[in-house]
């Protein structure tokens, strides 16, 4: 007779395909139903927090949903920054773990629907009646919501016989948020109007554009109005003319790009949150510019925008792009005047900094014209998070992740690294982490070699430091020796997993890449470049943050 633990792996294999986990006392039973009953991919990690993220790197990159797995207690304990950047970055997920029994707490037990609570992640508890149903809540759950669920299975009730396991029903998915009533529809006039009579428009996107479908309408748009167009961090990639694109905005911007966003006269965000760093502290737009914001939040997200529309960024953008078709309305001739390749320019950077290592910014330019065209980047957190971004183009928002920054969080890198590749397998997933971040996501090096195989680059921006503290509190004074990390050797131990590491000590050494690439994915390594930089050579959106901080 099926378990608890059957129905929930059989209930979650309907509408999941991949599982990443940690096995342990308190999800053993789960696991060994998905191996013996269910059709779904099991990918293991050696750490929890891996787990969800992994969960989370694989929906970034594929907009599907994932689950995750770890035992109760400390299994649990040890996802519990991993979940909480996944509720701020919005990425649905399941967590499955195991809980207390249902008698109450053994001494190893902690209130684990509290502590999810406290991340912003709610929790489904199983019972012996309703285990396949509470699945389907949960993973409904994630996907209104835009958030992770936890789904706990009590210890006691994980081996209990529940009878014939149910047909999994169909699920059902959030319509998109559509403008309706007549102010909207007056709100969306006023608009259009406006870009119709906008000398120099301004589309600006961001990943929740991407998550809609509004790529194809955004061009629309922008052909129709003549607007120049840029995109955050998280929404390169999105519009499909980028010869009319500035790339991506805020500090990791280049100073040209930035300098005509000001000269906007309307702009119209869609679904962006508009945070402090896109937003470049304020000073992005210019005071003269009219902002309106487009997204399904409540209201605006920044004070500077001036009109709000909410609803779904496509249907938003398709019905301004009916509207100025109604109004006979020509595109301005801005973007025809601009030289956009020019203003997107970046230093280039010498090869060597005065300290007598790498200039961080000539060993990013270098990478980006060796890396496969045909890849997924993810990103850990840390001071190096601007050369990605700067320096590696990307063909759409989803195949740039950077898991870790919505919490400001560092070390959960490596375990990226398998979810692109299970959700993206025929592309080269790069990895860009420091040896800060790296060092804490180490147990999960060995995950991203296994998965990924040749299709694996890991590029560590080593300085011997924790560089966005030395930046920002070393100018301020504060004593530098906690910040400092003795060199590691990333090269050695990525070849203690099976890994080829090669220390790049001058741009020469990145020849390797070149050859890398060359080869047939299926016959080479999995390659980690332990690229020894200096620490003095200041990223410039971390230079507006000392700027704001001072």
Same mark, same amino acid.
């Given at each position: 007779m099926p378990t608890v633990s059957a129905h929930v792996a059989a209930t979650l294999a309907a509408h999941i395909d991949h599982v990443f986990g940690v096995m342990g006392n308190g999800n053993v039973w789960f696991l060994d139903a998905l191996e013996r009953h269910a059709d779904v991919h099991l990918t293991p990690v050696r750490h929890e927090a891996g787990a969800v993220v992994a969960a989370d790197a694989y929906h970034r990159a594929s907009g599907d949903l994932a689950a995750a797995t770890a035992t109760y207690g400390a299994g649990f304990t040890n996802t519990l920054t991993a979940l909480a950047e996944a509720v701020q970055a919005h990425s649905p997920l399941v967590l499955v773990v195991g809980d207390e029994p249902t008698s109450g707490p053994r001494p190893w037990d902690v209130d684990q629907i509290a502590l999810a609570s406290a991340v912003g992640a709610r929790t489904y508890t199983v019972g012996r009646a309703d285990a396949a149903a509470t699945t389907i809540i949960a993973i409904e759950h994630a996907l209104r919501y835009r958030v992770p669920a936890v789904l706990a299975i009590p210890y006691d009730v994980a081996t209990l016989e529940a009878g014939p396991i149910p047909a999994a029903p169909e699920l059902r998915h959030p319509a998109p948020l559509a403008p309706t009533g007549p102010f909207a529809a007056a709100t969306v006039r006023q608009l259009a109007r406006a870009l119709a009579g906008a000398e120099r428009p301004f589309l600006l996107a961001g990943r929740g554009a991407w998550e809609s479908g509004a790529g194809a309408a955004l061009g629309a748009l922008a052909d129709a109005t003549g607007a120049v167009t840029a995109s955050t961090a998280l929404g390169r990639g999105i519009f499909p003319r980028g010869e009319f694109d500035l790339g991506v905005t805020g500090g990791f911007g280049a100073d040209g790009a930035m300098a005509l966003v000001r000269e906007a006269d309307v702009a119209v965000v869609f679904g962006a949150g508009l945070n402090q760093f896109t937003m470049r502290f304020g000073d992005l737009f210019s005071p003269e510019t009219r902002v309106v914001q487009v997204d399904v939040t409540p209201t605006a997200t920044h004070p500077h925008v001036g009109g709000f529309i909410r609803g779904d960024a496509? &249907? !938003? /953008? #398709?019905? &301004? !792009? *009916? #509207? &100025? #078709? /109604?109004?006979?309305? *020509?595109?301005?001739?801005w973007r025809e005047r601009v030289d956009v390749a020019a203003l997107r320019a970046y230093e280039l950077g010498e090869e060597l900094a005065d300290d007598g290592r790498l200039d961080p910014r000539a060993v990013a330019r270098r990478i980006g014209e060796l890396l496969p065209e045909d890849r997924v980047v993810v990103s850990d957190g840390g001071h190096f998070i601007g050369w990605a971004n700067m320096y590696w183009p990307v063909a759409s928002p989803d195949r740039m992740m950077m898991v870790g920054t919505a919490y400001q969080s560092i070390g959960l890198g490596f375990p990226s690294v398998p979810g692109a590749a299970a959700a993206k397998p025929e592309s080269t997933v790069v990895l860009t982490t420091g040896d800060g971040g790296g060092l804490m996501a180490l147990p999960d090096l060995e995950s991203a070699v296994r998965v990924a195989g040749g299709r694996g680059l890991a590029v560590v921006w080593n300085d011997g430091a924790y560089g966005a503290e030395v930046n920002l509190y070393g100018l301020k004074g504060v004593a530098e020796a906690p910040m400092l990390i003795p060199t590691v050797d990333f090269a050695g131990l990525a070849d203690a997993v099976g890994a080829e590491g090669v220390v790049v000590r001058a741009l020469a050494d990145l020849d390797r890449l070149e050859t890398w690439a060359a080869q047939d994915p299926a016959s080479r390594p999995?390659?980690? &470049?332990?690229?020894?930089?200096?620490t003095t050579v200041i990223a410039p959106y971390q230079q507006e943050i000392i700027r704001v901080n001072s």
């Open positions: 496509r &249907l !938003v /953008a #398709e019905a &301004l !792009v *009916t #509207e &100025l #078709e /109604a109004l006979g309305a *020509t595109p301005s001739a999995f390659l980690l &470049l332990d690229c020894r930089i200096s």
